[in-house]
């Protein structure tokens, strides 16, 4: 699996990147299927925005957060984000095949 940790406007820290490999682990656990991840790290003015992408057999899943505060808090709620995402459709693609 592919995971590319980008930032547009800022400089991406071993720190916020191990972090965040850290984080994306309990969303590999629930899907194993996942080919790709891709985030994206934005500051605009004081917003700190985290958005990614995970590339899965035949579909895309997308999530987006932002905050005040910090980058890592943003991460958090991305994570918690696409780990709703990740565990419906799993959900959906398990009833699909009962």
Request: hydrophobic fraction near 35%.
């Given at each position: 699996?592919?995971?590319n940790?980008?930032?547009?406007q800022?400089?991406v ?13 309990k ?5 194993d299927r ?5 985030v ?9 925005i985290?958005?990614?992408?995970i ?8 999530a987006k ?25 799993k959900?959906?693609?398990?009833e699909?095949?009962?």
């Amino acid at each position: 699996m592919d995971i590319n940790i980008t930032g547009k406007q800022l400089d991406v820290t071993p720190a916020l990147r191990d972090f965040t490999r850290e984080k994306l682990d309990k969303i590999i656990r629930h899907f194993d299927r996942i080919t790709s991840i891709h985030v994206i790290f934005k500051v605009e003015k004081l917003r700190k925005i985290a958005e990614a992408t995970i590339q899965i057999p035949r579909e895309s899943i997308n999530a987006k957060a932002e905050s005040n505060d910090n980058m890592y808090s943003a991460v958090d709620g991305l994570i918690d984000k696409l780990d709703r995402q990740i565990k419906r459709h799993k959900e959906k693609d398990d009833e699909h095949r009962s």
